[in-house]
Structures are given as structure tokens and as C-alpha cells.
């Protein structure tokens, strides 16, 4: 066991590795250490959805291997590592290369893909993209396919269905989803979606879910609740993710749906942090690049001695769908109050204003994504 005073980042992930960019720059002689279950390689998680039709491969969309990472930032990474556990009051993790010390921690360990309970012999053959080796297996499996079918018709699984389309495959998109993204998008804008993608050729089985799938020759069959069955090469789940929070547990931290943290990122263990996918950072869980940069900006400042709480301003999503571009802000889960539209066809600008006619969030399409900047500059903040 060595470096009682390393800070210590378990996760390679764009959290991980934005927060060590970060704190070197506040800090060049702490020690720091990552511990990474994959290769620790640096790629951009969100170009995974488009990088088929950009004709970048998994070797591609990797930009640094883990050597440079660790001269880049002058840390320790410690690669196909896994973290089994964390010994809170001994101020340790166990390792499967044996114990680390840290005098602080940060818990950077993403989410793992929920997976939809499905029946039938070819389930553990269906694929969740959630990785860079994850995205290399999907690019080996679909070489020899061509029909792909998607059972989620959320953000993830509508970029990945843009971009197999883009790139000649024949896409068919499944879920009880009422219309596409519909956790995010106000109906008439998750219409225009689902139209553009249709024009595309798209085929769409919402108002539906899987309920099995069983291997058929070369390919699958998947059973729909509604009675269909539908036919294809490859079958990719993107039902959603939930915050790693195995690790916390171990230690004894407070979780509810992430590992739940204060507005300095701070769990229930005082020298323990939590950030990115897996954290719930007073109150929230966002999986996305902004908040999450905006959490390691902030925690860097604090593990280098100056506490600082994370602030966040208002957040836009881009959604990455070429054939129907996106920009939404979606209102408080909780605010009451309608949207209304203006624009048609696939150009529209949706504002959210709650009962008192307070402007509350939006979605645009289309054309209408140029009002970005416009509408969030009348947002307030969200911490
Ligand atoms: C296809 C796709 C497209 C996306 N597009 C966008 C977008 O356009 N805009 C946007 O804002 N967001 C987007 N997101 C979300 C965004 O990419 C994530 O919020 C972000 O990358 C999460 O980073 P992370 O470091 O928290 O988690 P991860 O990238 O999941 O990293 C987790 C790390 O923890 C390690 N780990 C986990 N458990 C252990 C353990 N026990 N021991 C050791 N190591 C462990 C893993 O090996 C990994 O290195 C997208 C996500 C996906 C999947």
C-alpha cells in the first residue's frame, strides 16, 4: 500500500479524467492516481452515437492510450483494475492489484445500462453501448448485418438509429414510448423526430415492448407485447442507464437513485466525492457533459484547498439526431404549466411557460435550433 496522501479517482470516464485535468492545473505535485477497470484510454463517450456515419472506428475514437494519460497528467493509472470494494474508515480501496490508500477519493464510476426483462435463448446476445469496448464489439457484429434493431426509443437509441440509417443500414426502433425521446421532447417536436427518421426509413414499433428474443438462423427474432415479431441482424438495448452506485454501498455512503452528494460534491464520508453519471449532486442526477464539467471545475478547486460549491447555469441537451437536429431544456420534472408551438414540418420552437406564465424550458427543431443561445439566456440557473 503505498501514497497515504494521493487523491485517488476510481473511473477513466470523461469524469475521471476532466477532474484530473482540472486539479493538475490547480495542483502539479499532489500525488493522483486513476483506477480504471477498462484500458484507461481517453475518448469522447457522446461520439459514440455518430461515429459510425463519420467512419471513425472504436481505435479511432480513442485519442490518448493510457501511458500518455498518465505523462499527460502526471498520474498513476492503474488500468484493468477493478475496485472491489472501499474500506471508508482504514481510508482504502481494494483493489484486484491489491490495496490503494488515498487521503482523498473521488467516485467517478459512471452508469451501468439497464437491461429490459426479456425472455428467450439469444438475450445475453442483445448489445448496450456504453463504452469503448462495448463500441467495438457492436462495430465487429455489425459488419455482417445489415437489419439492426433498437429496443429504446430514447436519446441514446434515436442518435444510434440516426447514424446506422445514415450509414445504409435498415433500422427498426421499438419501445412503449408514445413517440421518440419522450422523456425530453414535448409531443409535437418528438412527432417531427419521428417523422424526419421515418422519411430516412426508420420503421417504428412504439406503443410496444420487447418481451423475447430467440436466435434465428444468422439472425434474431424479437417478440413484441403487442403480438408483432419482428426480424433482424443485431439487436442493441438503449432502455437507459442507472448510476453506478455498487462501489458506494460498499462503503456505506448515502444513495438514493446516485450517490448522493452535497453542492461540493461531497458524500456522506467527509474525504470521499462522487461526479458525473454516478453521483445525485443535491438532488439531481444529470448524465451529461455540462453538469459534469461544471462538477469537476468545482471539485478540482476544493481538492486542492479551496472549497468550493458546484454551480450550474442553464444546461441545453444537443440531441446528435443529422436528420432532425435538437436542442432541448426540458422544464422542472415537477413544473405545471403547457407548451406551446411555433413553426411546422420539422422547424419548430416549443416553450414551456408554468401556470403563471413563467418561462420554464424549451425544445427546437429544426431551424429553430439557432434560438439556443437566445432562449437559455432566459433561464435561471439551475443551482
Ligand atoms: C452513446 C452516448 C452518447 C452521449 N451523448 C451525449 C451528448 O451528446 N451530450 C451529453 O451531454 N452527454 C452525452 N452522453 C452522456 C455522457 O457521455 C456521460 O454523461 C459521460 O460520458 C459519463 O462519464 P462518466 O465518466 O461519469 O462515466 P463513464 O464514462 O461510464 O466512466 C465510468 C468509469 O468508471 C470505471 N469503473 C466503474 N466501476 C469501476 C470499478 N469498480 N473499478 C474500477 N473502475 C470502475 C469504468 O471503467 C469507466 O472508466 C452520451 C452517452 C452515451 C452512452
Known amino acids: 500500500m503505498t501514497q497515504q496522501e494521493a487523491v485517488v479517482i476510481i473511473g477513466s470516464g470523461l469524469s475521471g479524467y476532466t477532474l484530473a485535468r482540472e486539479f493538475r492545473k490547480l495542483d502539479q505535485t499532489t500525488a493522483l492516481t486513476v483506477i480504471t477497470s477498462d484500458d484507461g484510454a481517453f475518448y469522447s463517450k457522446p461520439m459514440l452515437s455518430t461515429a459510425l456515419s463519420r467512419g471513425k472506428d472504436a481505435v479511432q475514437l480513442s485519442t490518448s ?15 484493468h483494475t477493478k475496485v472491489a470494494a472501499i474500506d471508508a474508515e482504514r481510508r482504502v480501496v481494494k483493489t484486484s492489484s491489491g490495496d490503494v490508500a488515498y487521503k482523498s477519493l473521488v467516485l467517478a464510476c459512471g452508469a451501468v445500462p439497464i437491461r429490459p426483462p426479456m425472455e428467450g435463448d439469444a438475450v445475453d446476445e442483445v448489445l448496450s ?45 421499438i419501445g412503449p414510448d408514445p413517440y421518440p425521446i419522450s422523456g425530453l421532447l414535448p409531443t409535437t417536436v418528438g412527432r417531427a423526430l419521428k417523422s424526419a427518421l ?21 439472425g434474431y427474432r424479437i417478440m413484441l407485447d403487442s403480438g408483432s415479431e419482428i426480424t433482424a441482424d443485431l439487436v442493441i438495448s438503449a432502455v437507459g442507464l442507472r448510476p453506478n452506485t455498487a462501489l458506494a454501498e460498499t462503503a456505506g455512503l448515502n444513495v438514493n437513485r446516485g450517490i448522493v452528494t452535497n453542492r461540493f460534491l461531497q458524500t456522506s464520508k467527509s474525504d470521499i466525492y462522487a461526479l458525473g453519471d454516478c453521483a445525485e449532486i443535491d438532488g439531481m442526477n444529470l448524465p451529461f457533459i455540462a453538469p459534469m464539467m461544471a462538477g469537476a471545475r468545482a471539485l478540482a ?12 447555469p442553464a ?48 425544445a427546437l427543431a429544426g431551424d429553430a435550433v439557432s434560438k439556443k443561445q437566445e432562449l437559455t439566456s432566459l433561464l435561471p440557473a439551475v443551482l
Open 198 to 218: 421515418s422519411t430516412q426509413g426508420v420503421e417504428w414499433y412504439l406503443g410496444t415492448t420487447a418481451t423475447a428474443v430467440n436466435s434465428n438462423g444468422t
Open 129 to 173: 453501448i456504453n463504452s469503448l469496448a462495448d463500441y467495438a464489439r457492436f462495430r465487429e457484429r455489425l459488419e455482417s448485418a445489415q437489419r439492426v434493431a433498437i429496443i429504446g426509443p430514447g436519446l441514446i437509441g434515436c442518435e444510434f438509429g440516426n447514424d446506422l440509417i445514415n450509414a445504409g443500414k435498415t433500422v427498426t426502433i
Open 301 to 312: 478547486k476544493t481538492l486542492s484547498g479551496n472549497e468550493t460549491a458546484v454551480e450550474y
Open 65 to 79: 492510450t493510457a501511458d500518455e494519460m498518465a505523462t499527460t497528467l502526471n498520474a498513476t493509472i492503474m488500468n
Open 315 to 362: 444546461m441545453p441537451v444537443i440531441i446528435k439526431t443529422p436528420s432532425c437536429p435538437l436542442v432541448v431544456l426540458p422544464p422542472p420534472r415537477d413544473a405545471e404549466g403547457e407548451w406551446s408551438y411555433e413553426g411546422d414540418g420539422l422547424n419548430i420552437a416549443a416553450r414551456f411557460n408554468d401556470v403563471d406564465g413563467k418561462f420554464m424550458g424549451f
